[in-house]
């Protein structure tokens, strides 16, 4: 289904402002090939054979699954962590203590205990510096 995807969804390659707007485009061809594509020498439409199979799957889970990259880091004496070869600062009141970073396609998160103390837009290459004078977000 991959090379389908690839050569069915992203040929030509579609123009988008943002992920969101790439993933709902993503998601009505999605629906569009279930609703309408026959598998060779098949009679039925895929979601007609799914909701046959569908009765033998297990249910889905009840928990949303974690799709970030996480890491653990401590903040460093320059009041920065670093993520994926890049750095990202963190306000002072956090210096030396361990932080939970998540890192997502856009954007990245971090966290110390329950409280999410900074977001960045995601910086990628090696070696760049995100800094925020930010407050704290809760």
Not at 22 to 28: A, F, G, K, R, S
Not at 47 to 58: F, G, N, S
Not at 104 to 117: G, W
Request: one cysteine or more.
């Amino acid at each position: 289904m991959v090379a389908y995807a690839r050569k069915n969804f992203f040929v030509p390659v579609p123009r988008v402002t943002n992920m969101d707007s790439l993933n709902q485009q993503l998601v009505q061809a999605c629906l569009h090939y279930r609703n309408t594509h026959k598998i060779a020498d098949r009679q039925h439409a895929v979601a007609e054979r799914y909701a046959v199979e569908a009765r033998c799957l297990l249910p889905i889970p009840t928990y949303q699954f974690e799709t970030a990259r996480i890491a653990t880091p401590v903040v460093g004496d320059y009041s920065t962590v670093r993520f994926e070869g890049n750095n990202y600062s963190v306000p002072v009141q956090f210096l030396r203590k361990m932080v939970t970073v998540k890192g997502f396609a856009e954007r990245l998160e971090i966290h110390c205990d329950k409280d999410n103390i900074v977001e960045y837009s995601r910086v990628f290459g090696k070696n760049q510096t995100q800094w925020s004078l930010a407050k704290i977000k809760s």
